[in-house]
């Protein structure tokens, strides 16, 4: 287990609405990354935080949203959901910044209808 | 063009069969190059990384990077049915916040 944990483990929505999918970093991470993972396709890099701050973003339209909190835990956000927003969502954390060791979480599998 | 490419299989292979899994970019900025394991409903767990060309080797695995020809592969030595994943090759540049994935290589290794 790499103690990176994700809640929930599955949900389902429906267009339009809104969700938060929850992160918790191994203790002293100080660096968060979310992705989008489609079936079949690799993770797709959507935004990363260090220190509470957005360090980058990918290609991804603002609807995605995140936060990082002081406890090492993070939120990512997406309103006005759309039906290819359906996918598996993982968060990675590392100590620092530009770090090659990403341990990342089982992941939120998300159903939008 | 995506700029990282990986046939997705899957392969299918018998146990003790050496496995090579490839991918090629197009970015040549890219100078760190990993390779992540996914079994079935977890998260991707990196198995090795390696800085700009080279290869590196632990234990069953071995990666090899070609800069020249932008392509990079990892080798499974004697194959074990527990090696059954999908296989996920990622790379980003240099103080680069983004990691980009290939779509990842189904492997399935009959005992």
């Known amino acids: 287990e790499t103690g990176v944990t994700q809640s929930p483990t599955h949900l389902i929505k429906t267009r339009g609405q809104q969700v938060t999918l929850r992160c918790s970093s191994q203790?002293?991470?100080?660096?968060v990354s979310w992705y989008q993972q489609a079936l079949g396709q690799g993770p797709q890099f959507i935004f990363q935080?260090?220190?509470?701050?957005?360090?980058g973003r990918g290609n991804f339209p603002p609807r995605f949203s995140g936060l990082q909190f002081p406890n090492y835990s993070s939120e990512l956000n997406v309103n006005a959901l759309e039906l290819d927003d359906s996918a598996l969502y993982l968060c990675?954390?590392?100590?620092?910044?530009?770090?090659?060791?990403?341990?990342f979480g089982p992941g939120t599998r998300l159903l939008v209808l | 063009q995506k700029e990282v490419e990986q046939d997705p299989g899957p392969l299918s292979v018998p146990e003790g069969a050496i496995v090579s899994l490839n991918c090629t970019y197009s970015?040549?900025?890219?100078?760190?190059f990993m390779w992540y394991r996914q079994y079935s409903r977890k998260g991707p767990e990196l198995l090795m990384y390696?800085?700009?060309?080279g290869n590196k080797e632990d234990g069953r695995f071995t990666a090899q990077v070609d800069k020249s020809s932008k392509y990079i592969s990892l080798f499974i030595r004697d194959s074990q049915p527990s090696d059954s994943a999908t296989y996920l090759c990622?790379?980003?540049?240099?103080?680069?916040?983004?990691?980009?994935f290939g779509a990842g290589t189904r492997l399935f290794v009959k005992a």
């Open positions: 970015n040549s900025a890219f100078q760190y």
């Open positions: 203790s002293g991470h100080n660096t």
């Open positions: 390696t800085y700009s060309s």
């Open positions: 990622a790379m980003r540049g240099t103080g680069g916040f983004k990691t980009i």
């Open positions: 990675a954390s590392s100590l620092e910044l530009y770090q090659e060791t990403q341990y």
């Open positions: 935080y260090y220190r509470e701050e957005e360090n």
